[in-house]
């Protein structure tokens, strides 16, 4: 008996949902299956009093790539919202990422020259040689006064670790601006979609069919059986009954209020940069698609958990010992003559949406191209080159 799907695709986030779509529109016959009750992966938005609350973290959509920007606007119209965080330090008020607005909160300077000349002041003198861990990398960027207020707790906080445990990459994503810009992202196409993501992916995935509560690895030979190709975006390491070990990530707590008016915090996004305040942000998610008819506000605390197997995997902790090890479940992956791995969970990066949609539009092309998961073997494994 031939398979009745084309596809099987594990994982109803937005790898799953763009390969999907995209094989669709080729006339594919998919199957979408996620273990969760909802679809979206980790950028669902769900309802609550009238608010569309982010319920795996903040999420606003910005890129760069047309083609991307095309595609998403296909699903959804979206807000003109760009992310402007600040920071709450010692009983202060910073704007976020560091700008002319950061160095004039810090210390009353109001040109770049002022600006310059005091973090020129304080910077460490790395002589020419890389930063060797995250706080050289700080304190040669801004200097001791940004570094000791804003970065220091904050990192410690997220990572669970002192920032001098920490490799220099993770700040390099952080914009430094001499210009009183204090736009989190530089990218031109930037918003909410409105009426929520998870509203998004469900007309993305429109006319496909979708079954949610479903673990592929409790069935995977019976659920491998309705399709000719496999499409997994879960964890690799579980794909693998963690055969190599098993991967880190870093986790995260969510605890929510509902406050009874309709702005409770004056932005989107506050971080908290004290050691003694538990959560590293809190999330008031109406200001990201704001309706203002509602009430109520609905503000959520992000605190950093420690990681163990069963709790949701937010961030790879990309260290040596981590990458080496996926590496050879990618290795494993590439055996595979009917699989195919893609997203966030099964390449193990951290991916922003625009990355992970570009992504799954690049293998869905090959994957067609090529006309299935056998052949050569050579698209079984999405490749960093696909987010481009
Ligand atoms: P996921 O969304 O994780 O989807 C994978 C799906 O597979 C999940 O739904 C999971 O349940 C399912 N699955 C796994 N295993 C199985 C199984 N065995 N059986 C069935 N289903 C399975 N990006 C931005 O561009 N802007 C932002 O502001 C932004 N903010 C973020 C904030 C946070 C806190 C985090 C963690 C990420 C943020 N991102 C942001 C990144 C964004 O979340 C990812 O790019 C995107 O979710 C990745 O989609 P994905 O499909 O690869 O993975």
Redo the contacts with the bound molecule.
């Keep these: 008996m031939p398979a009745p799907h084309d596809y099987l695709i594990?994982?109803?986030?937005?790898?799953?949902?763009t390969f999907a779509r995209r094989m669709a529109d080729a006339g594919k016959r998919c199957l979408v299956?996620?273990?969760?009750a909802h679809?979206?992966?980790?950028?669902?938005t769900r309802v609550v009093e009238g608010i569309h609350v982010h319920a795996?973290?903040?999420?606003?959509?910005?890129c760069n790539d047309e083609r991307i920007w095309a595609f998403v606007n296909r699903f959804a119209r979206f807000n003109g919202f760009r992310?402007a965080p600040i920071a709450i330090a010692r009983g202060k008020a910073y704007s976020l990422p560091f700008s002319m607005y950061t160095f004039h909160q810090l210390w009353g300077v109001t040109t770049p020259a002022e600006a310059l000349q005091r973090i020129a002041a304080q910077r460490l003198d790395l002589q020419g040689r890389e930063p060797a861990n995250l706080e050289e990398h700080a304190l040669a960027l801004v200097g001791r006064d940004v570094y000791e207020t804003l970065v220091r707790h904050y990192t410690a906080k997220q990572w669970m670790r002192e920032p001098r445990e920490l490799p220099a990459a993770i700040l390099k994503r952080l914009p430094f601006r001499l210009t009183w810009d204090n736009s989190y992202f530089d990218d031109r196409f930037q918003g909410i979609p409105i009426g929520g993501y998870t509203r998004m992916v469900e007309r993305m995935l429109g006319g496909i069919e979708v079954r949610t509560g479903?673990?592929?690895?409790?069935e995977r030979d019976a659920l491998d059986a309705l399709a000719t190709t496999t499409v997994?975006?879960?964890?690799i390491d579980?794909?693998f009954d963690y055969a190599d070990g098993e991967l880190q990530y870093r986790t995260?707590r969510f605890e929510s209020d509902i406050h009874p008016c309709s702005n409770w915090q004056g932005n989107a996004v506050v971080n908290y940069s004290d050691p003694e305040v538990p959560w590293t942000r809190s999330i008031e998610h109406r200001h990201f698609d704001n309706d203002p008819s509602v009430p109520v506000t609905c503000v959520t605390r992000?605190i950093p958990d420690r990681w163990a197997r069963g709790k949701i995997p937010?961030?790879p902790v990309g260290d040596a010992a981590n990458l080496a090890r996926h590496e050879r479940y990618l290795a494993r992956a590439a055996a595979l003559p009917r699989h195919v791995f893609?997203?966030?969970?099964?390449q193990y990066r951290?991916?922003?949406?625009?990355?992970?949609i570009g992504s799954?539009l690049s293998v869905a092309q090959r994957v067609l191209r090529e006309g299935g998961a056998r052949a050569q073997g050579t698209h079984a494994v999405a490749s960093t080159a696909d987010s481009r």
């Design positions: 594990v994982g109803a986030g937005l790898f799953g949902a299956i996620d273990k969760r679809i979206g992966g980790n950028c669902h795996y973290g903040p999420h606003i959509f910005h992310n479903v673990d592929y690895l409790a997994y975006t879960g964890c579980e794909f995260l992000e937010f961030y893609g997203g966030r969970l099964a951290y991916y922003d949406m625009h990355q992970v799954a």
